[in-house]
């Protein structure tokens, strides 16, 4: 079966959450002859934000900054860190569960001046 758009129905729905995470939801539609329910799943994510750290160690020494990741959603975080930049260091793998802050130990350590 197929409908054009004259067939075609619009169902507006307003949608405002208060935290990121994965929204589900059901929709009901009953009519005297049919009954259709649709699942919803909403992903809401943050806004892109930007950070900026400074170091300042002698060469050879290490200095170590606990970043706070908070995690506001109804589910639990695996994250992955990608470094880039020599003489960065810090675990691959966080997990952060939901309503919690864990703290990402991202260490420093410069093998030469710079």
Not at 15 to 41: M, N, T, W
Not at 57 to 84: F, G, R
Not at 91 to 98: D, H, K, S, T
Request: charged share 20%.
């Amino acid at each position: 079966l197929f409908l054009d758009r004259s067939d075609a129905v619009e169902l507006p729905i307003k949608f405002i959450p208060q935290y990121a995470g994965c929204y589900h939801c059901q929709i009901l539609l009953k009519s005297s002859c049919d009954v259709r329910v649709y699942e919803i799943e909403c992903v809401v994510n943050t806004d892109h934000a930007e950070a900026e750290l400074e170091f300042l160690t002698p060469a050879y020494q290490a200095v170590i900054q606990d970043i706070p990741i908070s995690n506001t959603s109804s589910q639990d975080w695996k994250l992955e860190a990608i470094l880039e930049g020599q003489g960065f260091y810090g675990p691959p793998l966080i997990n952060v569960g939901q309503g919690e802050t864990a703290l990402y130990p991202l260490m420093f350590k410069p093998i030469a001046e710079c």
